[in-house]
Structure formats: C-alpha cells, structure tokens
C-alpha cells in the first residue's frame, strides 16, 4: 500500500512541476479528441437532424446502423482503419498511418455514431413539437435542419459531448494505428499503458488523474447541459 | 428531398476532414523505425535519438513492438527501418527479399528473474537448460511473453532446445511486452526471461531478482535491417541509411556504450568482446 501512496505523491509532484513530457501528452490528448470530436459533430449534428426531419428511402437503415454502431469497439476499429491506412492499403496514398492525422480519423469514426445517434434523438423531438411550424413557413427539409439544430442546441450539445467523452477515454484505437510514438502519437491514455507496463506508476497516475478529471467534467457538464435542457421544455 | 444531396453533403463533409490532414504526405525529415519493446522499455532508444536528431535534423518515430511485428509492419511497407533482436525471423525476413543489409549495432544478453523465494531453485545454477528443466518439473509459475518478439522467440527456442513444450497452468502466456511480462511475473511470484536492459529500467522489482545469467545461449543481438528499396521503394532510404551509419560509427556506438541506469550498462557497442 505504502507503494500506492509514494506513486501518489510522485504523481503530484509531476502534475505540479509542469512536467513538460507529461504536459505534451495532455496536449496532443486534447488537440486529437478536439478535432475528432468537432468533425464527427460538423457531420453528425446535420445528419443526426436530418434524419429527424426528412423522409426517404434508407433513413431507418442509417438511424439503425447509428445507433447499431453506437458502441463500436475500438480495437476493431483500430483493426479496420490500419488495414486501410497501411502503404500497402487503399488508402495508403494518404500516408497518415502513425501520425496525429490517423488518430483523429479513428476518434471521429468511433464519436461519428454517437453524435448522429444522440442527436437524432432529441432532434426528433424537437420536430415533433415544431415540425409543422417550420413546415407552415414552407421550408423545405435542407432549410429546416439548421433551424431544428437551432433550437435543440443544448440537445445538440449533449451529442456533443458525448462524442468528446468517448474519443477521449479510448485508447484501442489509437494505440494501433497511431503507434504510441513519443512525443508525436503518444497520449494520456496509450501512455497509461506504456507506463504501467515499465512499472513507472508515479507518471501512469498523473495522467490517469488528469484524464478523470476531465472525463468527469464533460461528462457532468453533458449532465447538466441535459438537465437545463429539459427544465426548459 | 433527394438523395443525392444528402450524401453529396456527406461527402463533402467526410473529406473536409480527411484531406486537409492528409496534405502533408511524404516529407524525408521524418523517418519510422519499427522496433521493439525491449529497446524502448529500457530507454536506449529515448536516450540516443535525440541526439541523432540534433545532429541531422531526421525526426524518427519509433513505433516499438515485439520484434515479429516490427518485422511484420516494415514487410507491409510502414516503417523505413528496423531494429530487432530475433536472428530466426531476421534471416527470414532477408530471404524473403525484404531487407538489403542486416548490421549488427548492440548486444546484451537474457537473464532468467524470479521470485526471492526461487520455489525452483534456480539460483546458483549456470545451464539455461536445466534451470528451464527445473522450474518445468517444479511447475514454478513462469510468465511467457506470448507475443512472438525477439524475447518470446529466445524463450521458445530454448523450450526446444530443452525438448519440452510447456503447458499447463503454471506456464503463462501474457501476451504482452517486456514491461507487461515483468509487471505479471512481479504479481504471480512467477519466472521470466527477460532482456538485461528492460529489468535494469525497470521501476517496480520489489520481491523479484536475478535468478541465472551469463549462458552464451542467452545472447542478445539487436541488428538493424535496411529495407530493399526493389520490394519497398516507398520506404525512405536516404534519412533510414544515415540513421543506420550513425548508429553504426563511432560516435552511435560510443552512445549505445555510455548509456547507463544506475551507474550499469545496459547494452554493449558491436565490437566489445562477448564472453
């Protein structure tokens, strides 16, 4: 026990002194899960509304394969997009595999389902209440979806970060295909890992700190967001 | 509503994302260097590249794992080098056309660690084989790497050297790096092989010690291997052969040699004289 403690206090001592190594891996942890989160968000919060407003032909499929997907494993993912990225892969022109770029595209296609999910739902909702309103100012559904997005933004923004919150934590994915280089690919959680598995449990501590905390904050942040959302309905 | 325009917008939205982080292809200030677990766990590779950056300016990206892998991800045409400790699959890998050149730039050698305790008695001994023996008979807990690196093929190896196939529950297949196998043997009081360098470095030994060492079949060479620019010309070759030159002079092999972990070697420069 007495080991725990002494991890505990070296893992402060890090935090405290502004590790540089330990603050470059928070860095590229949030500038990775940022973009992810952002571009699954600029794809998904349209489509999420869209799929509340329009009407056609495969939109169950697209509504089921969002939520079906919904808790896709990393690893596989991780799997399916090295195979794809690698030089000898069809997409091994883009020359992305082992760098930031590949560990972004990976968080987006695990945060893309969620935010398309969590935001159909809700957008579903607003629809209901206001569809015919929009509708009766004869929009059409391209135009309705930004006006939809506009008022479920909290609704939205929950998707949001939803989406954050799980590129965040995931660590499969990003391990495969970003290769845990240091200073490059390495982020909190594949340098948890590394840690641990060379014994250094101070720096794997101060990190896994850090990712807590901020894991909690979006997530109570999505919590209240959620709550404010319905008080206001 | 048209289709159309749903996934035109789809699209549209997919490659904003991926073009512009694909814009950057190939530039030869950066190079991948496939390479193992042991090399990174124990630091070696954290310590001397930085210097080769300084001197050159070529960034390298390591990406470390067992050596079959490693051998595996420069055969795909991911990486612009290797650096490896399995002479087994090296030799297959040059066979098979992948590698131009094969150099020889570190040694070190295996040990066999376990608990204080040794329930095999393993300590005092000398021969690898019979200690293998021993903690076989005694069903001693014994942690395998299981991931088919260089450590992991030593340990096979040796098994069969021994004529024994282990199994059972005593024998554990992790699965894991050097690290990750250090970690398990600590926790189940169990034996391991492991590369000198890594249980140096190693940070949490409480209850584990060196059991047996010094065996020639313990031999532990890392080699470099230069990819064949016939089967991979879109591996790098200028930044990969200078990398391999630095290490190789004696300036390189003068680092290898001065890095220490409390005051012991870790690895041995090519040329010093092996027992």
Same mark, same amino acid.
């Given at each position: ?22 603050? +470059? ?31 056609? +032909?495969? +939109? ?26 690698? +030089? ?146 | 509503?048209? %289709? ?5 917008? %789809? ?244 680092? %290898? ?19």
């Amino acid at each position: 026990l007495s080991n725990v403690f002494d991890a505990g206090h070296r893992a402060l001592e890090l935090l405290f002194r502004f590790d540089p190594a330990l603050l +470059r891996i928070i860095a590229l942890s949030l500038a990775v899960s940022f973009s992810a989160a952002a571009a699954a968000s600029a794809v998904g919060l349209p489509l999420g509304a869209a799929l509340a407003v329009a009407r056609f +032909r495969g +939109r169950y499929l697209l509504i089921v394969l969002a939520n079906a997907m919904f808790g896709l494993p990393p690893v596989v993912v991780g799997l399916g997009l090295y195979l794809l990225l690698s +030089r000898f892969g069809p997409l091994g022109m883009l020359h992305i595999l082992f760098t930031p770029a590949a560990m972004i595209l990976a968080q987006f296609l695990l945060a893309l389902p969620i935010v398309v999910a969590i935001s159909h739902r809700t957008m579903s909702g607003v629809w209901r209440e206001y569809g015919d309103a929009l509708l009766v100012d004869g929009l059409g559904w391209l135009q309705a979806v930004p006006h939809v997005l506009a008022i479920g933004r909290l609704g939205a923004l929950t998707a949001v970060l939803a989406g954050l919150g799980r590129s965040i934590s995931e660590v499969g994915a990003i391990l495969i295909v970003g290769g845990n280089i240091a200073g490059y690919t390495r982020t909190m959680t594949t340098a948890i890992a590394l840690e641990t598995s060379e014994g250094n449990f101070a720096f794997a501590l101060a990190l896994g700190g850090v990712l807590i905390v901020i894991s909690i904050a979006v997530s109570i942040a999505a919590f209240q967001i959620e709550a404010g959302f319905r008080r206001v309905k | 509503m048209k %289709i159309p325009d749903l996934q035109r917008a %789809i699209l549209v939205g997919m490659l904003s994302v991926v073009v512009p982080i694909a814009g950057h292809a190939v530039d030869t200030r950066t190079i991948v260097l496939a390479s193992t677990t042991s090399l990174q766990d124990s630091g070696l590779l954290a310590n001397i590249l930085p210097k080769f950056t300084a001197e050159t300016g070529i960034e390298v990206h390591v990406v470390a794992q067992g050596t079959g892998q490693a051998l595996a991800t420069a055969e795909h045409g991911d990486a612009d080098l290797v650096l490896v400790h399995d002479p087994d699959a090296e030799a297959a890998f040059m066979a098979a056309g992948d590698g131009i050149t094969r150099t020889e730039i570190a040694w070190n050698d295996f040990i066999i660690v376990g608990p204080d305790d040794d329930p095999a008695h393993i300590a005092g001994q000398t021969d690898v084989l019979n200690a293998f023996r021993d903690i076989a008979e005694t069903k001693s807990p014994f942690v395998s790497r299981g991931d088919k690196s260089g450590t992991d093929a030593r340990e096979k190896r040796l098994w069969r050297e021994v004529g024994m196939s282990p199994g059972g529950s005593w024998y554990r297949d992790i699965g894991g790096g050097m690290g990750a196998a250090l970690n398990a043997a600590t926790a189940m009081n169990a034996y391991t092989l492991s590369d000198r360098g890594t249980w140096l470095s190693y940070g949490h030994k409480t209850g584990m010690k060196i059991v047996l060492q010094g065996d020639h079949r313990l031999l532990n060479f890392y080699d470099v291997i230069l990819l064949n620019p016939r089967t991979h010309p879109e591996a790098k070759q200028a930044p990969a052969h200078r990398l391999l030159d630095w290490l190789a002079s004696a300036e390189g092999q003068k680092v %290898i040699a001065d890095y220490t972990m409390n005051g012991k070697k870790l690895f041995h420069p090519e040329a010093d004289p092996k027992p």
